[in-house]
């Protein structure tokens, strides 16, 4: 399974960041199979942000839940995160991945973001 991402690599403060992420070679509606996205900011660990799975459940992490919404266009075989009133903190390079349940892992590239005037 092969994913990338794409979106806007400056946006503004306050604005909304739309990243998508394109995969090939599966399918996103599999079930039992979820669809991460991830972000590690300059200097600092991963940071998971949410989840969806094949069958559409949803899953935020706590701090960011109230900014996040993550959805699915199974047509297109995509998913995107959305994450709204963007500050520089959300400065960092944001990852999708994809997880089976065996415990498989596949990557996409990353995508630098940077929350900025």
């Known amino acids: 399974v092969q994913l990338q991402e794409s979106g806007p690599g400056l946006v503004k403060p306050w604005q909304t960041l739309s990243l998508t992420c394109a995969v090939s070679?599966?399918?996103?509606?599999?079930?039992?199979?979820?669809w991460n996205w991830i972000r590690q900011p300059p200097g600092k660990g991963l940071e998971w942000i949410g989840r969806i799975t094949g069958s559409g459940y949803l899953y935020y992490e706590a701090s960011l839940k109230s900014r996040t919404s993550i959805s699915k266009d199974t047509s297109k075989n995509q998913f995107t995160l959305q994450l709204t009133s963007l500050t520089p903190e959300d400065t960092a390079v944001y990852y999708c991945f994809h997880k089976t349940p065996a415990v498989d892992f596949d990557w996409g590239q990353g995508t630098q973001v940077t929350v900025s005037q």
């Open positions: 070679g599966g399918s996103i509606a599999t079930a039992y199979h979820s």
